[in-house]
T-cell receptor, first 116, second 116 residues
Framework: DQQVKQNSPSLSVQEGRISILNCDYT??????FLWYKKYPAEGPTFLIS?????DKNEDGRFTVFLNKSAKHLSLHIVPSQPGDSAVYFCAADDNAGGTSYGKLTFGQGTILTVHP | GAGVSQSPSNKVTEKGKDVELRCDPISGHTALYWYRQRLGQGLEFLIYFQGNSAPDKSGLPSDRFSAERTGESVSTLTIQRTQQEDSAVYLC??????????????FGPGTRLLVL
């Protein structure tokens, strides 16, 4: 049973426009969420995170939104750049008040392609 | 090298053979994780090491899988009597502290295993 789902396997966006990547989760114990970015032949790299006490976290062009009632989060990239083309993974953790050791549950990933 | 390294980068083996995958974490990182990603799926947690504590093996899919770590250094993941369903990319990650959900997990490039 997939507890973290990314239902869009791919997304294509024009350079300069907004990219919106979506993620849904089922486990209500998840309280910390992360986005990772992966280029071919490389391991995933951490992009941005959000705690469940917040509904938005922004870092430059990247913003993550969390809707706890809907068990949904999204990553917005504005403006999108060709170098953003990669696989994006959503991940979740049951942080249990800070005692978790980071056993992450990942979604399947979404391939983002940004066209020049 | 400052990052997590894994070897081999690719491994092709015959069904029934044993394989050993190696991970060199970032120096000083006490936490080490193994994940695998099968085609079309998200990363699955396999095992977690933290310092000299007993590892969390809850993600290992069968008793054919085992892993070891010597202190806070190299880890090896061993798969005995490989099956075709073991074909996947095996990813290793390390992190600097026990509250790893709040810390970034740094991933290696992975070992792509193909069982014929």
């Amino acid at each position: 049973d997939q507890q973290v789902k990314q239902n869009s396997p791919s997304l294509s966006v024009q350079e300069g426009r907004i990219s919106i990547l979506n993620c849904d989760y089922t486990n209500s114990m998840f309280d910390y969420f992360l986005w990772y970015k992966k280029y071919p032949a490389e391991g995933p790299t951490f992009l941005i995170s959000i705690s469940s006490i917040k509904d938005k976290n922004e870092d430059g062009r990247f913003t993550v939104f969390l809707n706890k009632s809907a068990k949904h989060l999204s990553l917005h990239i504005v403006p999108s750049q060709p170098g953003d083309s990669a696989v994006y993974f959503c991940a979740a953790d049951d942080n249990a008040g800070g005692t978790s050791y980071g056993k992450l549950t990942f979604g399947q990933g979404t391939i983002l392609t940004v066209h020049p | 090298g400052a990052g997590v390294s894994q070897s081999p980068s690719n491994k092709v083996t015959e069904k029934g053979k044993d394989v050993e995958l190696r991970c060199d974490p970032i120096s000083g990182h006490t936490a080490l994780y193994w994940y695998r990603q099968r085609l079309g799926q998200g990363l699955e947690f396999l095992i977690y090491f933290q310092g000299n504590s007993a590892p969390d093996k809850s993600g290992l899919p069968s008793d054919r899988f085992s892993a070891e770590r010597t202190g806070e250094s190299v880890s090896t993941l061993t798969i005995q009597r490989t099956q075709q369903e073991d074909s996947a990319v095996y990813l290793c990650a390390s992190s600097s502290g026990p509250l790893a959900a709040q810390e970034t997990q740094y991933f290696g490039p992975g070992t792509r295993l193909l069982v014929l």
